[in-house]
């Protein structure tokens, strides 16, 4: 079975470019998570996903974040426009019931210059 | 306010070494605690503790919960290289959105 898996692995751009990010979560896994960890802090949640509804999108740092996850599959997450301070690396997790363990992917490493 | 902290944040023991990894944890509505392993890139999942005084074992790491005094430790018995890593714990807050509220991470390096 493949796991979670994310796009691309790392990824540099400037300050006011945007950028996607990408998760597709394992095969069946209703609950989609997005996390963020920036250096030197613990990784934080960013929002989860039933299916194609959002259920909790109390992480979002600010309206320059958009989160999508149209037809319940595939995730993406955009930054537009990007700021310094976004840069960290985002994981995607999934999970198969909202109580089972959630399953990491490897995470995007986004530097903005 | 919800966290969790671990304790050491850093650790570097030799080959053949035990060590015990902290987590304690303040939160409202406790219901589980996870244990991650993090190389170079995905966390893996190790434990999900959700019972007070029960250990969970998987070859040479062992975990338990102790809900009384809030903390769960992670023991890593005859060390390898293998297991140097960021050791992450988490746990689950919230009612309805099982979101992870993780820790700082207890990088441990082994060395031969």
């Known amino acids: 079975e493949a796991g979670v898996t994310q796009f691309p692995s790392h990824s540099v751009i400037e300050k006011g470019q945007t950028v996607t990010l990408r998760c597709d979560p394992i095969?069946?896994?209703?609950?989609l998570y997005w996390y963020r960890r920036v250096m030197g802090k613990e990784i934080k949640f960013l929002l989860h996903?039933?299916?194609?509804?959002?259920?909790?999108e109390s992480g979002m740092p600010n309206n320059r974040f958009l989160a999508e996850r149209t037809g319940g599959t595939y995730s993406t997450l955009k930054v537009q426009p990007a700021e310094l301070e976004d840069s960290g690396v985002y994981f995607c997790?999934?999970?198969?019931?909202?109580?089972?363990?959630?399953?990491f992917g490897p995470g995007t490493r986004l530097l903005v210059l | 306010e919800d966290k969790v902290v671990q304790s050491p944040l850093s650790l570097v023991v030799h080959e053949g070494d035990t060590v015990t990894l902290n987590c304690s944890y303040e939160?409202?509505?406790?219901?589980?605690l996870l244990w991650y392993k993090q190389e170079k890139k995905a966390p893996t999942f190790l434990f999900m503790l959700t019972s007070s005084g029960i250990e969970k074992k998987s070859g040479r790491l062992s975990s338990i919960l102790d809900k009384k005094e809030l903390f769960s430790i992670l023991n890593i018995t005859a060390t390898q290289t293998g297991d140097s890593a960021v050791y992450l714990c988490?746990?689950?807050?919230?009612?309805?959105?099982?979101?992870?509220?993780f820790g700082k991470g207890t990088k441990l390096s082994v060395i031969p």
């Open positions: 997790a999934s999970s198969l019931t909202i109580q089972e363990t959630q399953y």
């Open positions: 988490a746990v689950p807050l919230r009612a309805g959105s099982y979101q992870l509220t």
């Open positions: 996903f039933v299916k194609e509804s959002k259920q909790d």
């Open positions: 095969s069946g896994h209703d609950n």
């Open positions: 939160v409202t509505n406790f219901r589980s």
